[in-house]
């Protein structure tokens, strides 16, 4: 069966500070792996995603996850994060037939 | 940009009662799909629908109905609304080859008293 962790509900960090958001995966197959954000009151947007090939892949608003096999994650980075970047952020992996499992969310703060 | 209409965009229902939630996109999109949003659960699918007149049971169908009737329209029908449906209900759509990329609604949220 496949299951998507984000162990941290809630992060803080301050505005221009570096941010990690980490996701662990669990799945049998190859993953399709995606980081999705939900501002407020607004349904979820695809941040970025990845397939294969280069484990670090590009997003949205210098969003960037690495991929690691061995370690069954995908952690969302930012070098340097805004106030609006708060928001939940959720991953999620692709299993059966086009369907999507998400984790739990991390909810971001961004403070001044 | 890719559509996806959800109405109501909230309801209050009663316990016992009947429920129906709509959904209508305009991406001309083979995938349709309902998740329910509870803290600390983040999405779970409930059914999806890759065409017409045929839907899929997700990870959590029970207490829900499906229903696909066109391409464009995706109901989630609650026939005995209970306390613990409280949640909020996103739609979503989706291209037939892959999941590239889901659109969402911008979600109903669903209060059953």
């Known amino acids: 069966a496949q299951s998507v962790t984000q162990p941290d509900a809630r992060v803080t960090v301050s505005e221009g500070a570096s941010l990690q958001l980490r996701c662990k995966y669990s799945y049998s197959a190859t993953p399709y792996l995606f980081w999705y954000v939900q501002y407020p009151r607004q349904g979820l947007q695809l941040l970025l995603k990845?397939?294969?090939?280069?484990?670090v892949v590009q997003g949205v608003n210098s969003f960037e996850a690495e991929f690691s096999k061995s370690n069954s994650s995908f952690h969302l980075q930012k070098a340097s994060v805004h106030w609006s970047d708060s928001a939940v952020y959720f991953c999620?992996?692709?299993?059966?037939?086009?369907?999507?499992?998400f984790g739990s969310g991390t909810k971001l703060t961004v403070e001044p | 940009e890719a559509a996806v209409t959800q109405s109501p965009r909230s309801k209050v229902a009663v316990t016992g009662g009947k429920v129906t939630l709509s959904c209508h996109q305009t991406n001309n999109h083979d995938y349709m799909y309902w998740y329910r949003q509870d803290t600390g659960h983040g999405l779970r699918l409930i059914h999806y629908s890759y065409v017409a007149d045929s839907t899929e049971k997700g990870d959590i169908p029970d207490g829900y109905k499906a229903s696909r009737p066109s391409q464009e329209n995706f109901s989630l029908i609650l026939e005995l609304a209970s306390l613990s449906q409280t949640a909020v209900y996103f739609c979503a759509s989706s291209v037939g080859t892959g999941v590239e990329r889901l659109f969402f609604g911008h979600g109903t949220k669903l209060s059953v008293l």
């Open positions: 990845y397939y294969s090939g280069d484990p």
């Open positions: 999620a992996l692709r299993a059966n037939y086009n369907v999507l499992y």
